[in-house]
């Protein structure tokens, strides 16, 4: 049984409850003895509910959620902790100081606006609010709870799925404009399709020149499934080449495709990339729109949609297909297809049918 009570020398009211045998004190912040009152009665109403008592809830802060969800992603050995981490940074400039009751709807209403404000497109504020409820979520799993209710969380409308890629002529322009380090990365790209993490990671233990193959481990691809790739005339001499450059240099190091300085690994290529796609006039592109680029090459060169996702590394058919693209190019072909059709296919006359008489001797169009 619960009680109110003040401290010597204290102007306001405290309270005692128990809690799993153990007693508990907390002051009511207030000097009327009916709101200590009623403060008791909702920490024995909670506690009677079987809920932790919301004075060890109002001790739970953003960090806290945040360091179990980021060790959530390492314990699972997921592929896009980076993503997460990303999304936590973004979080943390606004969610940074509250504690766990204080992150509600409207607060979260009121980041969204914020972000939108500040340009970030709704895919990219939907992946921070995604990581906002799994923050959420995880405390609300543990034992005892770390969240007490987990609020409703809105998702944006997303318009903005990307449809770039690049034509071979702006493939050839770009990489003319890059640093001598990436000339060769971004072949690479370009032919195969994989992810930048992939092809930044890969090392000289994955491949076998002899053989004329690029292995990756089944831990080493983001949909954890092993994949082989077959290096053709023009890969196998961009992989002799990158070979021939590591001997050359005095520090060896593991990756096919090093830094600017040949001793260790790629890790952001942005400067360097915007800086090629204006001198080389094909405007605002990204890396990914290789993988996409190398989708439909494939496809339209005949390879079976089956083996070309075994390249890439497309785990499900609904994102291949939304990777196969159609371009303007291709809308185009359809109608010169279809002009050569009706041109070839015997009996077919284009324009407008000429009139025959009726049997009563008047002319209709048939």
Same mark, same amino acid.
């Given at each position: ?55 060890? !809830? ?79 979520? $995880? ?45 060769? #990365? ?44 077959? $290096? ?53 592109? !990204? ?21 070309? #996702? #075994? ?56």
């Amino acid at each position: 049984m619960g009680s109110v009570y003040k401290q010597k020398g204290s102007k306001n009211y405290w309270i005692k409850y128990y809690h799993n045998g153990r007693a508990v004190r907390e002051s009511a912040q207030s000097d009327k003895k009916i709101v200590a009152k009623r403060l008791l009665a909702r920490r024995e109403a909670d506690i009677a509910q079987g809920k932790v008592p919301n004075i060890h !809830l109002d001790k739970v802060g953003f960090e806290q959620l945040a360091e179990n969800f980021i060790n959530d992603y390492r314990v699972n050995q997921r592929k896009s902790i980076g993503r997460a981490a990303q999304s936590v940074s973004h979080l943390r400039r606004y969610f940074g100081t509250f504690k766990a009751p204080q992150i509600t709807t409207s607060k979260i209403n009121e980041y969204i606006l914020q972000r939108i404000e500040g340009g970030a497109a709704n895919a990219t504020i939907n992946r921070e609010l995604a990581a906002l409820k799994r923050m959420l979520n $995880l405390g609300a799993q543990q034992t005892p709870p770390l969240v007490d209710r987990v609020p409703h969380i809105p998702s944006l409308k997303e318009n903005n799925t990307r449809k770039g890629f690049f034509e071979h002529s702006e493939f050839l322009a770009l990489r003319d404009a890059l640093p001598e380090y990436l000339k060769n #990365m971004v072949t690479f790209a370009y032919n195969s399709g994989w992810r930048f993490n992939e092809i930044t990671g890969l090392k000289w233990n994955n491949v076998d020149l002899d053989a004329g193959i690029v292995r990756l481990e089944a831990g080493e691809t983001k949909n954890g499934e092993a994949r082989t790739f077959y $290096l053709g005339l023009e890969l196998l001499e961009v992989f002799k080449s990158q070979w021939q450059i590591r001997k050359a240099r005095e520090v060896i190091t593991p990756y096919v495709f090093p830094n600017a300085n040949g001793d260790g690994r790629i890790k952001d290529i942005r400067g360097s990339w915007f800086k090629g796609c204006n001198k080389a006039g094909i405007g605002k592109r !990204l890396f990914h729109d290789f993988r996409r680029t190398a989708v439909r090459n494939m496809v339209r060169a005949g390879i079976p949609e089956r083996v070309a #996702m #075994m390249v890439t590394g497309h785990k499900t058919r609904s994102v291949f297909d939304r990777y196969n693209i159609v371009s303007e190019a291709d809308l185009k072909m359809v109608c010169q297809k279809q002009a050569a059709y009706q041109k070839s296919a015997t009996g077919i006359v284009s324009g407008i049918v000429a009139p025959f008489p009726t049997k009563k001797g008047a002319n209709r169009n048939g």
